[in-house]
């Protein structure tokens, strides 16, 4: 069972910038397409950002230009540095593959004040 343990939340003004990591405990990760996920309260949860094992990247609209999505196969982290943050950007953020088939982790709570 692979885990998953996402860090670097936090509480930040609007324009502000976070550094999201995302640590996995399986070999697999290495050749696993990876995405960051959000879920605000009372709102499904969404993609993010996506990462293939080449670094192939695919972004949500909503943060596109702000985030940056990236990856260590050597070390099994994930990363999302996040720029310019908006309050609508609030939210749990998660890491998982591209079709959120590993178990999920806590995530990591970014809030972002107005």
């Known amino acids: 069972q692979v885990q998953l343990v996402e860090s670097g939340g936090g509480l930040v003004q609007a324009g502000g910038s976070l550094r999201l990591s995302c640590a996995a405990s399986r070999s697999l990760f290495g050749v696993t397409t990876m995405a960051w996920y959000r879920q605000a309260p009372g709102e499904q949860r969404e993609l993010v950002a996506s990462?293939?094992?080449?670094?192939?990247?695919k972004y949500a609209d909503s943060v596109k230009g702000r985030f940056t999505i990236s990856r260590d196969n050597s070390k099994r982290e994930l990363y999302l540095q996040m720029n310019r943050l908006k309050p609508e950007d609030t939210a749990v953020y998660y890491c998982n593959t591209d079709n959120a088939n590993w178990v999920w982790g806590q995530g990591t709570q970014v809030t972002v004040s107005s």
């Open positions: 990462i293939t094992s080449r670094s192939n990247i």
